[in-house]
């Protein structure tokens, strides 16, 4: 899986592409905790390159969520193809993050 | 840290009379696969998603327990590549009782509880297990308490205790009639969040069933 990510004045927008599944989470896991630079943190979530999560990945994505929240930030994700979409509506992870159309639209509900 | 498997059967002792509360043995079959198949999830040993359940790393871990689930999930794992979460479970789940025996032996050797063996009328065989140093249990249902009545986010971990304390009824244990009741729409909301932990209670829900089914049909 590639990582990538770019700052949008005080949020940090992160593109993740491929594959999320407990081959990429340790690295995944290491960058997005990375991201977490503000104060609060603001992260944006780019998922529309995105072609599969499994537990794993949901995982990486539960700690991320838990910082955020510890340190009274914001995170959302964007652009998620409908198989990835499906295993957040099982999961009931939908709950946790604001899920939005586009990588855009994530910036724009975390400022 | 204790594994699953120990925190599940230590979670299922009554503290004071050192006995298992009441849960059919089927189920508790299901719910210490499922807390052995978790353990290996967070070990980064197995990884599910919605189809099924792969074994990704084959490396034992030094646990008898989560070691011979791993070796029988790897084995299934050689013949076909479409293992399903529920197969899985089943699996593991035949060999639920021996995982007990070597928990408890564990928790014993941790100084957590210590075994009794008594006569019932002076005549049946007693066993008991009366937790010495029940920091871990408190410890657990204090955690549980915090996420369950609260809007914070839980750890993976977390999520897995939930799974398990549901799954044998448990939460009447963590919290009171009124929490549990104002809880019910969290713990739902948070049991969804392992996949192993849906096939968990969807499992348990469907022994439960075929329980009451036997039992009214008979």
């Known amino acids: 899986m590639e990582i990538s990510q770019e700052r949008d004045g005080d949020v940090v927008i992160v593109r993740l592409s491929g594959r999320l599944d407990s081959s990429a989470a340790p690295a995944a896991e290491e960058r997005l905790s990375a991201a977490l630079t503000g104060d609060p943190p603001r992260v944006a979530i780019d998922m529309s390159d995105l072609a599969y999560i499994s537990s794993a990945g949901l995982r990486v994505l539960l700690v991320l969520a838990k910082k955020v929240q510890q340190q009274k930030g914001k995170v959302a994700l964007g652009g998620l193809a409908a198989n990835v979409r499906e295993v957040f509506t099982v999961s009931g992870f939908d709950t946790i993050f604001p899920i939005e159309a586009d990588a855009a639209a994530a910036a724009a509900a975390v400022r | ?218």
């Open chain 2, 1 to 218: 840290m204790l594994s699953f498997p120990e925190e599940i059967v230590l979670l299922l002792l009554d503290e004071t009379k050192g006995e298992f509360v009441p849960l059919p043995e089927s189920v508790f079959a299901i719910v210490m696969s499922g807390a052995a198949l978790m353990d290996l999830a967070l070990h980064n040993r197995i990884d599910t998603d919605l189809e099924k359940l792969m074994v990704v790393d084959r490396t034992p871990l030094g646990d008898d327990i989560l070691d011979d689930v791993l070796s029988g999930l790897a084995g299934l794992c050689d013949k076909r590549t479409d293992l399903e979460i529920g197969e899985a479970l089943y699996e593991a789940a035949l060999d639920a009782e021996e995982y007990r025996a070597r928990a408890l032996k564990r928790l014993i050797a941790h100084g957590i509880l210590r075994e009794e063996n008594g006569r019932h009328l002076w005549i049946f065989r007693t066993r008991r297990y009366p937790v010495i140093d029940n920091v871990e249990q408190q410890e657990v249902r204090t955690r549980l308490r915090r996420i369950l009545l609260s809007d914070e986010i839980p750890d993976p971990r977390d999520v897995v205790l939930i799974c398990l304390v549901d799954a044998c009824a448990l939460s009447g244990f963590v919290l009171s009639g009124q929490e549990l009741e104002a809880a019910t729409p969290r713990i739902e909301q948070l049991r969804k969040m392992d996949l192993i932990g849906q096939a968990v209670t969807r499992a348990a829900s469907e022994t439960e069933a075929i329980i009451k089914f036997a039992a009214t049909t008979m």
